[in-house]
Protein backbone atom coordinates (compact mmCIF):
# COMPACT_ATOMS: atom_id res chain seq x y z
CA UNK A 1 0.00 0.00 0.00
CA UNK A 2 1.00 3.31 -0.86
CA UNK A 3 1.88 6.14 1.41
CA UNK A 4 -0.53 7.99 -0.34
CA UNK A 5 -3.02 5.46 0.32
CA UNK A 6 -1.85 4.72 3.68
CA UNK A 7 -2.76 8.47 4.48
CA UNK A 8 -6.13 9.55 2.57
CA UNK A 9 -8.06 6.62 2.17
CA UNK A 10 -10.78 8.13 0.31
CA UNK A 11 -10.39 7.02 -3.35
CA UNK A 12 -14.07 7.86 -5.07
CA UNK A 13 -12.62 11.74 -5.35
CA UNK A 14 -9.79 10.82 -7.62
CA UNK A 15 -11.66 11.74 -10.38
CA UNK A 16 -11.60 15.40 -9.68
CA UNK A 17 -7.67 15.19 -10.30
CA UNK A 18 -8.04 17.00 -13.23
CA UNK A 19 -10.31 19.40 -12.67
CA UNK A 20 -8.01 20.72 -9.48
CA UNK A 21 -5.65 23.02 -11.22
CA UNK A 22 -1.91 22.23 -10.50
CA UNK A 23 -1.78 25.45 -8.83
CA UNK A 24 -4.33 25.73 -6.36
CA UNK A 25 -2.78 26.00 -2.53
CA UNK A 26 -4.52 23.74 -0.43
CA UNK A 27 -5.01 27.04 1.71
CA UNK A 28 -6.84 28.86 -1.50
CA UNK A 29 -9.09 25.57 -1.83
CA UNK A 30 -9.73 25.57 2.15
CA UNK A 31 -11.05 29.13 1.54
CA UNK A 32 -13.73 28.99 -0.60
CA UNK A 33 -16.74 31.30 0.19
CA UNK A 34 -19.20 28.49 1.38
CA UNK A 35 -16.59 27.04 3.13
CA UNK A 36 -15.76 30.12 5.09
CA UNK A 37 -19.28 30.63 5.98
CA UNK A 38 -19.59 27.11 7.71
CA UNK A 39 -15.97 27.81 9.65
CA UNK A 40 -18.03 31.03 11.27
CA UNK A 41 -21.15 29.40 12.60
CA UNK A 42 -20.31 25.47 13.47
CA UNK A 43 -18.08 24.58 16.80
CA UNK A 44 -14.53 24.13 16.63
CA UNK A 45 -14.96 19.55 16.57
CA UNK A 46 -16.78 20.50 13.16
CA UNK A 47 -14.52 22.79 11.35
CA UNK A 48 -11.73 20.48 12.44
CA UNK A 49 -13.55 17.65 10.39
CA UNK A 50 -14.35 19.76 7.73
CA UNK A 51 -11.19 20.90 7.30
CA UNK A 52 -9.42 17.25 7.36
CA UNK A 53 -12.06 16.18 4.63
CA UNK A 54 -11.37 18.41 2.30
CA UNK A 55 -7.68 18.86 3.01
CA UNK A 56 -7.56 14.47 2.09
CA UNK A 57 -9.52 15.44 -1.26
CA UNK A 58 -6.82 18.00 -2.34
CA UNK A 59 -3.71 15.19 -1.11
CA UNK A 60 -5.87 12.72 -3.40
CA UNK A 61 -5.75 15.19 -6.50
CA UNK A 62 -1.87 15.95 -6.29
CA UNK A 63 -0.38 12.74 -5.81
CA UNK A 64 2.54 14.37 -7.67
CA UNK A 65 2.71 17.20 -4.82
CA UNK A 66 3.40 13.98 -2.39
CA UNK A 67 5.50 12.15 -3.93
CA UNK A 68 7.80 15.57 -3.97
CA UNK A 69 7.71 15.47 -0.50
CA UNK A 70 8.54 11.66 -0.22
CA UNK A 71 11.35 12.19 -2.18
CA UNK A 72 12.72 15.18 -0.76
CA UNK A 73 12.48 13.50 2.71
CA UNK A 74 14.43 10.87 1.47
CA UNK A 75 17.17 12.88 -0.23
CA UNK A 76 17.60 14.61 3.26
CA UNK A 77 17.25 11.75 5.46
CA UNK A 78 19.26 8.93 3.14
CA UNK A 79 20.35 7.01 6.15
CA UNK A 80 16.30 6.00 6.87
CA UNK A 81 14.86 2.69 5.45
CA UNK A 82 12.30 3.14 2.70
CA UNK A 83 9.68 1.85 5.28
CA UNK A 84 10.97 5.32 7.57
CA UNK A 85 10.75 6.85 4.66
CA UNK A 86 7.08 6.58 4.13
CA UNK A 87 5.86 6.74 7.95
CA UNK A 88 7.33 10.07 8.14
CA UNK A 89 5.56 11.34 4.69
CA UNK A 90 2.65 10.06 6.44
CA UNK A 91 3.38 12.12 9.34
CA UNK A 92 4.07 15.31 6.98
CA UNK A 93 0.93 15.30 5.00
CA UNK A 94 -0.80 15.19 8.56
CA UNK A 95 1.23 17.63 10.11
CA UNK A 96 0.42 19.87 6.97
CA UNK A 97 -3.16 19.38 7.33
CA UNK A 98 -3.24 20.43 10.84
CA UNK A 99 -1.03 23.35 9.83
CA UNK A 100 -3.75 24.62 7.82
CA UNK A 101 -6.79 23.59 9.84
CA UNK A 102 -4.82 26.06 12.17
CA UNK A 103 -3.97 28.94 9.50
CA UNK A 104 -7.92 28.52 8.55
CA UNK A 105 -8.74 29.09 12.76
CA UNK A 106 -6.29 32.23 12.78
CA UNK A 107 -7.91 33.80 9.73
CA UNK A 108 -11.85 33.17 10.15
CA UNK A 109 -12.73 31.40 13.22
CA UNK A 110 -14.83 33.76 15.72
CA UNK A 111 -11.90 35.36 17.53
CA UNK A 112 -13.49 34.73 21.63
CA UNK A 113 -13.34 31.01 20.30
CA UNK A 114 -10.37 31.30 19.01
CA UNK A 115 -9.06 33.15 22.03
CA UNK A 116 -10.20 30.31 24.04
CA UNK A 117 -9.09 28.08 22.13
CA UNK A 118 -5.27 29.48 22.19
CA UNK A 119 -5.20 30.69 26.39
CA UNK A 120 -6.60 26.94 27.03
CA UNK A 121 -4.52 24.60 24.50
CA UNK A 122 -0.85 26.26 24.43
CA UNK A 123 1.37 25.37 27.38
CA UNK A 124 4.50 28.25 27.87
CA UNK A 125 5.06 27.71 31.39
CA UNK A 126 8.55 26.61 30.93
CA UNK A 127 10.03 28.75 28.76
CA UNK A 128 7.85 32.07 29.40
CA UNK A 129 10.82 33.34 31.82
CA UNK A 130 13.34 32.92 28.67
CA UNK A 131 11.34 35.97 27.31
CA UNK A 132 10.91 37.48 30.09
CA UNK A 133 14.36 37.78 30.95
CA UNK A 134 14.88 38.93 27.23
CA UNK A 135 12.57 41.72 27.66
CA UNK A 136 13.86 43.01 30.66
CA UNK A 137 17.14 43.58 29.39
CA UNK A 138 15.81 46.84 27.32
CA UNK A 139 17.19 45.81 24.26
CA UNK A 140 14.19 44.47 21.96
CA UNK A 141 13.85 41.24 21.19
CA UNK A 142 13.76 38.71 17.72
CA UNK A 143 12.08 35.66 17.48
CA UNK A 144 13.51 33.69 14.83
CA UNK A 145 11.09 31.10 13.95
CA UNK A 146 10.69 28.64 11.00
CA UNK A 147 7.97 26.75 9.12
CA UNK A 148 7.45 24.14 11.95
CA UNK A 149 4.71 23.20 14.16
CA UNK A 150 1.54 25.59 14.81
CA UNK A 151 3.99 28.74 13.24
CA UNK A 152 0.45 30.60 12.75
CA UNK A 153 -0.55 30.56 16.45
CA UNK A 154 2.55 31.77 17.52
CA UNK A 155 2.71 35.50 17.06
CA UNK A 156 -0.86 35.57 18.11
CA UNK A 157 -0.65 33.99 21.09
CA UNK A 158 1.93 36.64 22.23
CA UNK A 159 -0.43 39.28 21.67
CA UNK A 160 -3.21 37.70 23.54
CA UNK A 161 -0.50 37.15 26.02
CA UNK A 162 -0.45 41.02 25.94
CA UNK A 163 3.02 40.70 24.63
CA UNK A 164 3.87 43.75 22.37
CA UNK A 165 4.44 41.62 19.17
CA UNK A 166 4.75 42.63 15.55
CA UNK A 167 5.30 39.90 12.75
CA UNK A 168 5.66 39.56 9.22
CA UNK A 169 2.73 38.24 6.50
CA UNK A 170 2.76 37.93 2.94
CA UNK A 171 -1.22 37.74 1.78
CA UNK A 172 -2.33 35.38 -1.14
CA UNK A 173 -5.08 37.83 -1.94
CA UNK A 174 -6.18 41.79 -1.00
CA UNK A 175 -9.42 40.23 0.37
CA UNK A 176 -7.34 38.14 2.87
CA UNK A 177 -4.91 40.81 3.89
CA UNK A 178 -8.35 42.87 4.97
CA UNK A 179 -9.80 40.16 6.93
CA UNK A 180 -6.64 39.35 8.69
CA UNK A 181 -5.11 42.88 9.71
CA UNK A 182 -7.96 43.94 11.82
CA UNK A 183 -8.33 41.05 13.50
CA UNK A 184 -4.94 41.06 14.61
CA UNK A 185 -4.99 44.26 15.38
CA UNK A 186 -7.94 43.75 17.59
CA UNK A 187 -5.50 41.79 20.02
CA UNK A 188 -2.50 43.39 19.85
CA UNK A 189 -0.82 42.61 17.42
CA UNK A 190 1.20 44.20 14.56
CA UNK A 191 1.69 42.91 11.35
CA UNK A 192 4.39 44.38 8.62
CA UNK A 193 3.45 43.48 4.85
CA UNK A 194 6.62 43.50 2.42
CA UNK A 195 6.54 45.39 -0.71
CA UNK A 196 4.92 49.07 -1.45
CA UNK A 197 7.83 50.72 0.05
CA UNK A 198 7.71 49.36 2.83
CA UNK A 199 11.36 47.86 4.34
CA UNK A 200 10.90 45.05 6.66
CA UNK A 201 14.37 46.30 7.82
CA UNK A 202 13.51 49.14 8.80
CA UNK A 203 10.21 48.18 10.34
CA UNK A 204 12.09 45.62 12.71
CA UNK A 205 14.27 48.18 13.64
CA UNK A 206 12.12 50.61 15.03
CA UNK A 207 10.50 47.61 16.15
CA UNK A 208 13.07 46.37 18.60
CA UNK A 209 14.14 50.01 19.53
CA UNK A 210 10.84 50.07 21.86
CA UNK A 211 11.78 47.32 23.23
CA UNK A 212 9.15 45.02 21.67
CA UNK A 213 9.30 41.48 20.15
CA UNK A 214 9.47 41.32 16.24
CA UNK A 215 9.07 37.73 14.68
CA UNK A 216 10.55 36.38 11.86
CA UNK A 217 11.01 33.42 9.94
CA UNK A 218 14.31 32.13 9.16
CA UNK A 219 13.38 29.66 6.46
CA UNK A 220 11.67 32.16 4.26
CA UNK A 221 13.84 31.34 1.07
CA UNK A 222 11.78 33.32 -0.83
CA UNK A 223 12.94 36.53 0.81
CA UNK A 224 16.38 35.24 1.71
CA UNK A 225 19.40 37.79 0.83
CA UNK A 226 22.10 34.94 0.82
CA UNK A 227 25.38 35.50 2.63
CA UNK A 228 28.17 34.43 0.26
CA UNK A 229 30.51 34.95 2.82
CA UNK A 230 29.45 32.10 4.78
CA UNK A 231 28.19 28.41 3.91
CA UNK A 232 26.87 25.69 6.31
CA UNK A 233 25.01 22.71 5.84
CA UNK A 234 21.17 22.28 6.12
CA UNK A 235 19.00 19.42 6.01
CA UNK A 236 21.87 17.69 3.73
CA UNK A 237 22.21 20.46 1.63
CA UNK A 238 25.12 23.11 1.40
CA UNK A 239 24.28 26.59 1.82
CA UNK A 240 24.27 30.09 1.88
CA UNK A 241 22.15 31.13 4.71
CA UNK A 242 20.15 35.07 4.58
CA UNK A 243 22.38 37.69 5.93
CA UNK A 244 19.24 39.87 7.18
CA UNK A 245 18.89 37.94 10.46
CA UNK A 246 23.35 39.26 10.74
CA UNK A 247 22.97 42.45 10.22
CA UNK A 248 19.67 43.32 11.79
CA UNK A 249 21.28 41.45 15.22
CA UNK A 250 24.04 44.15 14.86
CA UNK A 251 22.66 46.92 13.89
CA UNK A 252 19.55 46.75 16.60
CA UNK A 253 21.81 45.14 19.75
CA UNK A 254 18.55 43.22 20.31
CA UNK A 255 18.46 39.49 21.96
CA UNK A 256 17.89 36.66 19.73
CA UNK A 257 15.58 34.02 20.49
CA UNK A 258 14.48 30.77 18.36
CA UNK A 259 10.29 30.55 18.91
CA UNK A 260 8.52 27.26 17.81
CA UNK A 261 5.15 26.29 18.73
CA UNK A 262 5.14 22.19 18.65
CA UNK A 263 2.65 20.40 18.33
CA UNK A 264 2.17 18.23 20.84
CA UNK A 265 -0.87 15.93 19.89
CA UNK A 266 -4.57 17.51 17.63
CA UNK A 267 -5.23 19.43 21.13
CA UNK A 268 -2.03 20.77 23.00
CA UNK A 269 0.88 23.00 21.80
CA UNK A 270 4.40 24.16 23.54
CA UNK A 271 5.83 27.38 23.13
CA UNK A 272 9.22 26.27 22.81
CA UNK A 273 12.03 29.14 23.25
CA UNK A 274 16.07 29.12 23.09
CA UNK A 275 18.45 31.97 23.41
CA UNK A 276 20.75 32.45 20.24
CA UNK A 277 24.32 33.80 21.22
CA UNK A 278 25.19 37.21 19.65
CA UNK A 279 28.61 35.88 19.93
CA UNK A 280 30.02 32.41 18.64
CA UNK A 281 32.27 31.02 16.48
CA UNK A 282 29.64 30.59 13.73
CA UNK A 283 27.35 33.93 12.64
CA UNK A 284 23.82 33.73 14.40
CA UNK A 285 22.46 33.30 11.46
CA UNK A 286 24.35 29.78 10.66
CA UNK A 287 23.42 29.14 14.70
CA UNK A 288 19.74 30.07 14.13
CA UNK A 289 19.30 27.47 11.25
CA UNK A 290 21.53 24.69 12.90
CA UNK A 291 19.01 24.86 15.91
CA UNK A 292 16.13 24.78 13.65
CA UNK A 293 17.65 21.88 11.88
CA UNK A 294 17.90 19.56 15.19
CA UNK A 295 13.92 20.43 15.64
CA UNK A 296 13.30 19.32 12.43
CA UNK A 297 15.24 16.31 12.01
CA UNK A 298 13.33 15.19 15.48
CA UNK A 299 10.30 15.74 14.54
CA UNK A 300 10.21 16.08 10.95
CA UNK A 301 6.75 15.53 10.58
CA UNK A 302 6.45 19.40 12.28
CA UNK A 303 7.96 21.14 9.26
CA UNK A 304 6.01 22.07 6.18
CA UNK A 305 8.37 22.90 3.87
CA UNK A 306 9.48 19.73 2.46
CA UNK A 307 7.95 20.49 -0.96
CA UNK A 308 10.06 23.60 -0.93
CA UNK A 309 12.86 21.97 -0.36
CA UNK A 310 14.82 22.27 -3.59
CA UNK A 311 14.86 25.90 -2.90
CA UNK A 312 17.66 25.21 -0.35
CA UNK A 313 19.49 23.30 -2.36
CA UNK A 314 19.27 26.23 -5.05
CA UNK A 315 20.22 28.59 -2.06
CA UNK A 316 23.78 27.07 -2.60
Not at 102 to 128: I, Q, T, W
Not at 189 to 199: A, E, Y
Request: glycine letters at 6%.
Amino acid sequence: MTTLAQVLSVRSFLNWSQGLGVKLSLSRFLQFRFNLFLMSIWPIWCTKADGWMLARIYFLCRRGLVRKIRRNIARSMSHRKPSEIKEITRGVLKGMIHHYQEKMFNGFLAMPKFRKHLLSRVCFDEYEDILQDAIREGRGVIIATGHYGALEFLPIYLAVKRYATTTVAKFATERLKDIIIPRANGDGLDIVVPGNGTSVFREASKIVSQNKIFITQCDETDGWHRDYNASMEFLGRSIHPDRMLNVLCKRTGAVLLLGLLHRENKKRYKLILHRVPCEGDAPVNVRTLKLLEKYIYKHPEQWYEWKKYDKFAHAG
